[in-house]
């Protein structure tokens, strides 16, 4: 099974996200590889799928060395459209929809990890979520309490429900730090409600507040 994990922005905390979800499935007896699409801030090798492996507490993939989890890497830290071209490069939908389905040949869950949140372009023109709902990947979309988080969460609802996207989980980060709890406990309220009515099927989660990642 492969899943798009997204976020409501850029520090949703959707790589502790990843690596958390992808420990647990392992804690379930199932085999779980980890793809991050674009990794951009890095060079020739990515700090996510680092995080991913450490979370699982497993050691490299074989995949990993095949470049089959993190197919592009570019050193600017921002877009990916913007990273690639900065770095004379492109980014090949083709080739990360080929990643995708070696890997899920090989495993028998599969998380995808965007870069930044939902509508964030993968190419000028093309935005990440169209390629996942392309694939026809369920979403886990990540969130938080953090001021402003309400409208961007229930702006990214109606931009997943618009293109018929299906929606597996909704995860809800509790990263320390996040700001006033007064606002963190009703926004939790508000987007657990909201999520419930345009997605009636999916999971609310809640990740715990996770030391040390």
Same mark, same amino acid.
């Given at each position: 099974?492969?899943?798009?994990?997204?976020?409501?922005?850029?520090?949703?905390?959707?790589?502790?996200?990843?690596?958390?979800?992808?420990?647990?499935?392992?804690?379930?007896?199932?085999?779980?590889?980890?793809?991050?699409?674009?990794?951009?801030?890095?060079?020739?090798?990515?700090?996510?799928?680092?995080?991913?492996?450490?979370?699982?507490?497993?050691?490299?993939?074989?995949?990993?060395?095949?470049?089959?989890?993190?197919?592009?890497?570019?050193?600017?830290?921002c877009s990916p459209h913007l990273a690639a071209r900065l770095a004379g490069a492109a980014i090949d939908? #083709? &080739?990360? +929809? %080929?990643? !995708?389905?070696?890997?899920?040949? *090989?495993?028998?869950?599969?998380?995808?990890e965007g870069a930044g949140g939902l509508m964030v372009p993968l190419t000028e023109a093309l935005l990440?979520?169209?390629?996942?709902?392309?694939?026809?990947?369920?979403?886990?979309?990540?969130?938080?309490?953090?001021?402003?988080?309400?409208?961007?969460?229930?702006?990214?609802?109606?931009?997943?429900? #618009? &293109?018929? +996207? %299906?929606? !597996?989980?909704?995860?809800?980060? *509790?990263?320390?730090?996040?700001?006033?709890?007064?606002?963190?406990?009703?926004?939790?309220?508000?987007?657990?409600?909201?999520?419930?009515?345009?997605?009636?099927?999916?999971?609310?989660?809640?990740?715990?507040?996770?030391?040390?990642?």
């Amino acid at each position: 099974m492969v899943y798009f994990v997204s976020g409501v922005d850029t520090d949703a905390g959707k790589s502790i996200a990843t690596g958390w979800l992808a420990r647990r499935e392992i804690e379930a007896g199932r085999r779980v590889a980890t793809l991050k699409l674009a990794q951009t801030g890095n060079v020739g090798a990515s700090e996510d799928i680092a995080r991913h492996r450490a979370m699982m507490g497993v050691g490299p993939l074989p995949e990993d060395a095949e470049g089959l989890t993190a197919p592009y890497i570019f050193p600017h830290p921002c877009s990916p459209h913007l990273a690639a071209r900065l770095a004379g490069a492109a980014i090949d939908p #083709a &080739r990360l +929809a %080929a990643c !995708a389905e070696t890997l899920a040949a *090989r495993y028998d869950t599969l998380f995808v990890e965007g870069a930044g949140g939902l509508m964030v372009p993968l190419t000028e023109a093309l935005l990440t979520v169209d390629f996942a709902v392309a694939r026809g990947w369920p979403f886990v979309f990540v969130t938080h309490g953090a001021l402003g988080s309400i409208n961007h969460a229930l702006l990214a609802f109606e931009a997943l429900a #618009a &293109r018929g +996207a %299906a929606v !597996a989980q909704v995860v809800y980060n *509790r990263w320390p730090g996040r700001g006033d709890p007064i606002i963190d406990a009703d926004s939790a309220t508000l987007i657990r409600a909201a999520a419930a009515h345009r997605f009636p099927t999916a999971a609310w989660v809640e990740m715990p507040i996770l030391e040390g990642v």
